[in-house]
């Protein structure tokens, strides 16, 4: 079978299976991240491949901003367990051609993130390559038990942090009109796609008040990820169009699309969570301290009632979930 | 200034010096591992990248046989330290019209030899990419104290594990007469080539009885990880070239090259160790512990006297270190 055909999911699900689980490992291959144990510590390990022309386009991306996301992304991921995160590893495929003030620049952004959030980079490997690319492999600490994507129950509540489809719509502005669109409307959105926030201050005290009872970063769409979320906790879902936060800026600029990068747009790095009904009040209390807006945008149903978008009148309607799947996408 | 100019080894050495050493790092890029600390216990980081046309040619390499290598250059950094070896995340590029059953194979490479050095694959990322390529991150525990290339002094001895030039040899036989030759001696040279064996044994018994003071895997060629090794320590070496391990398949094949690939081939994965010269009974006395047997080779010179290789009569003479640097070699 092609790879075109497998899909990337299909391809993660193989590799999952054909791997034995190691010693002192406590969850392996399939969540945001890897999660260990040694002598009662616990370590999360998140791993990331940004590839040019499938994840960035140089275009749009600066190698500042590349690096600043490179770890953002990565960051994300130790926010969705409730980590802490700590070592950065940078492997580096560059092309021979390349000036190396590109890859200072891009170390700069890097170290500016990571000089913000604790992290220290450690290590990682440089090679040739006809095309340029990042893999990025973070170490973090779980200074509380992680919050995996299994633990979502028939009923619960559905909460993100944040405000979604920003970072798409600000993508999708930058290829329209360059960078010729004014406005700090635009500029918003364009930042939230250059330069996304990892919610770690959310991610690392839902799990120290044991709220999330399962989470995930927003990555590939709201619908996708939550898919994945559902298919671990094995439950369905009902999404509320209407209490679908989004920004100013957002509704601003989306004109007759609506909701739909908030939906399916991809790169938020919000986070989603369930949360047990009886907690809201709970919730409630420590919202504050949170650093970030928090929206209740639906519930968890049965797994065979799969996932529903519900319109303003209550009609349940469908959206073709468009995450990204970087095989079945061709280059 | 292009990347063709500066070279691997000027890349990271701008890296290292942009890079603030953070919190709980004992040692950050530039040795064959990181060491980092977290509540007194000691971790190893580790990262390779290898890619296609540069690392390997899948003319000469199955997916199966990459899969295991890739473990092993990695289980290798950690050997050169004396760590144990624990989780593995690996990240692939992969083109999107591959058959996915290159993949499972490369998968199954990997964990046979995951199975046997105690190592957990836990996880990874996948993306489309126009050529393959492999990004490994390997962290370890450091049972002992970790060897850095830095503890080297001048009177020291200089001792090699195994046997040196069999991979590259292996490699250039492959070349030049596909699979067309017979005979062992051509099929040990090929698997010491596809199979590289990681001293784990020698490192981490060597770091438990504190003989090697600085320690080095052999992956660029001796000379150009012997540089390595002097240069973090500031000392010279003097090698004495009839004191190479040399094996009989190597003897064989070599014909007038001699022992030019076992000083510039690269990818022997063999460890490369200072003793003081006081130890040496000491040595002496586990030597039958390490798993493989070890050669004094040299000894450890002022740094103003260089590399030298030393012929029979003791008349030094010079070899270009012509070790691999990815970015001055063009694809």
Not at 203 to 229: R, Y
Not at 237 to 244: D, H, I, M, P
Request: hydrophobic share 40%; glycine share 12%; proline share 4%.
């Amino acid at each position: 079978m092609r790879l075109s055909e497998l899909g990337e999911f299909g391809l993660i699900e193989k590799i999952r299976k054909a791997t034995p689980k190691g010693r002192g490992v406590r969850l392996g291959i399939g969540d945001d991240a890897a999660w260990v144990e040694w002598k009662e510590n616990s370590f999360l390990i998140t791993s990331d491949l940004l590839v040019e022309g499938v994840h960035f386009d140089l275009k749009w991306t600066s190698f500042y901003g590349l690096g600043y996301k490179t770890l953002a992304v990565n960051l994300s991921d130790l926010a969705a367990m409730g980590g802490s995160p700590a070592y950065l590893v940078i492997s580096l495929g560059i092309p021979v051609d390349f000036n190396t003030e590109y890859i200072e620049e891009f170390y700069r952004g890097i170290t500016a993130l990571a000089s913000q959030s604790g992290v220290a980079l450690v290590g990682g490997d440089t090679s040739a390559s006809k095309h340029f690319f990042v893999s990025a492999s973070l170490t973090g600490h779980a200074p509380y038990r992680p919050i995996t994507r299994t633990g979502g129950k028939v009923g619960d509540d559905l909460y993100v942090t944040g405000t979604l489809g920003d970072s798409a719509l600000g993508l999708k502005l930058l290829r329209r009109k360059g960078g010729r669109a004014k406005g700090q409307e635009f500029s918003y959105l364009v930042s939230r796609h250059q330069f996304p926030t990892a919610r770690l201050q959310a991610g690392t005290l839902l799990a120290q008040v044991k709220l999330a009872k399962a989470m995930i970063d927003i990555s590939d769409g709201l619908l996708q990820d939550l898919g994945h979320l559902c298919k671990a906790s094995r439950i369905g879902a009902a999404v509320w169009e209407e209490a679908l936060p989004l920004s100013r800026p957002y509704r601003f600029w989306a004109g007759r699309k609506g909701s739909h990068y908030a939906f399916t747009g991809g790169e938020d790095y919000e986070l989603l969570f369930c949360l047990r009904r009886r907690d809201r009040t709970r919730l409630e209390k420590i919202k504050k301290r949170l650093g970030v807006p928090i929206t209740r945008i639906g519930k968890c149903v049965p797994a065979r009632e799969g996932i529903k978008v519900l319109s303003g009148e209550g009609n349940p309607f469908s959206i073709p979930i468009q995450g990204h799947d970087h095989f079945k996408k061709r280059l």
